[in-house]
């Protein structure tokens, strides 16, 4: 079974490998060696001034971000189960919340993100995902937060990057923190939660807040090559690795070209079927496809072509399917998954079966 769900995404072999080395205790000159060298590369990759790691999913490190960076007042953009989470989050710690919601295809607009700040000088923190996951939308963040920026420098930009980190270059001139989880582009189990962060960022922290996502506190010992808790060891070994793999080996331009090229070819196969892409900005780490028969395609992908997509949340379940692009993924597995697509739509008789799908694909992915 090919798996080409937006996370998680399959961990490659060598990184299996590290992380089935017998166990390190995490108090030792061994493994603060290790420590140090993946925190290095961490921030080669994120690009921000300084950052820290929590053994959480994702969502860890958009609760730390919000307890830890929010002291007054949140303006969240709302486009999908993500930034609803933030919503979610900021009101779970008794934040004020402004909302900016949109429909889940449609991208933040500078304008609003302006007019919010301008009507409420109390907000002191910006949320925003770079890709809102529900539905593969790219929103204008490095923009908005330029915007921001102008406007009132002290207001804190709080990027999700979950699905962008990895997958593209980001501007992070004007982002005060940036976050980045393990079982997406890093490519490693789910359990370990990145936050790129900015000297404006860390100012802000002051003395931290909350216990086991206090950012300053964890910040501190993280500076030292250890954590404040136990570490995840076995996910930091394998963070090494990928980093490695994906920094020294590959590089992350020819990364971030491989994976435009995959996400390009995929969205332009898809249309060449007559499918409809959902969102109105396509971010290059999925390709999110909407369709009455959603369901039906996703499950004749499975059973009889042996590959796993993503279905859609909430109001879109049943209407979108959403293929991966994140990671390292082989471009003879990219242009399957396309034609088992072609495949589906001709089991489900809407059209003959012409390899199409993977023609078009494997033309514009290897373009000179
Ligand atoms: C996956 C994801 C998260 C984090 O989810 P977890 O299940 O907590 O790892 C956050 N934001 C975005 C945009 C995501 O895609």
Redesign the pocket.
């Known amino acids: 079974m090919l798996l080409f769900t937006?996370?998680p995404t399959p961990v490659p072999e060598r990184v299996r490998q590290v992380m089935a080395q017998p166990s390190l205790h995490h108090r030792t000159p061994e493994f603060t060696k290790i420590f140090k060298e993946a925190r290095e590369l961490l921030l080669d990759l994120l690009k921000t001034d300084d950052g820290v790691m929590f053994a959480?999913?994702?969502?860890?490190?958009?609760e730390a971000c919000v307890t830890n960076l929010c002291h007054k007042k949140a303006l969240i953009v709302n486009a999908?189960?993500?930034g609803e989470?933030f919503v979610k989050i900021a009101k779970a710690f008794g934040k004020e919340v402004v909302e900016l919601r949109y429909d889940w295809d449609t991208a933040a607009k500078v304008e609003d993100v302006k007019n919010a700040l301008i009507e409420h000088p109390d907000i002191d923190a910006f949320f925003i995902?770079?890709?809102?996951?529900?539905g593969g939308l790219r929103h204008p963040v490095e923009d908005i937060a330029a915007q921001i920026k102008a406007i009132d420098p002290d207001v804190t930009v709080v990027a999700?990057?979950?699905?962008?980190v990895g997958v593209e270059p980001i501007d992070v001139s004007n982002i005060d923190a940036l976050?980045a989880?393990?079982?997406?582009a890093l490519m490693l189990p789910?359990g370990l939660?990145m936050v790129g962060l900015s000297h404006h960022a860390m100012r802000k922290l002051g003395d931290g807040a909350g216990f086991y996502f206090n950012i300053a506190s964890e910040l501190k010992k993280q500076r030292e090559g250890t954590t404040a808790y136990t570490a995840p060891t076995t996910l930091i070994i394998g963070l090494k690795e990928i980093l490695t793999i994906m920094i020294k080996e590959i590089g992350l331009d020819e990364i971030y070209d491989q994976t435009d090229r995959r996400a390009t070819a995929t969205r332009v196969a898809l249309e060449g079927l007559g499918l409809k892409l959902y969102p109105e900005k396509p971010a290059n780490?999925m390709t999110a496809i909407y369709d009455e028969q959603a369901e039906e395609i996703r499950k004749i992908m499975k059973n009889r072509y042996g590959v796993n997509v993503a279905g859609g949340q909430d109001h879109l379940k049943g209407k979108l399917f959403r293929i991966n692009h994140m990671g390292l993924i082989e471009p003879h597995e990219a242009s399957w998954v396309v034609n088992a697509v072609e495949m589906a739509l001709r089991d489900l008789g809407r059209r003959e079966y012409e390899g199409l799908a993977n023609k078009i694909f494997n033309e514009i992915y290897f373009e000179e």
């Open positions: 937006p996370g959480s999913t994702g969502t860890g490190a958009m999908g189960k993500f989470r995902q770079i890709c809102e996951s529900a999700d990057g979950i699905t962008a976050i989880g393990s079982q997406k789910p939660a780490a």
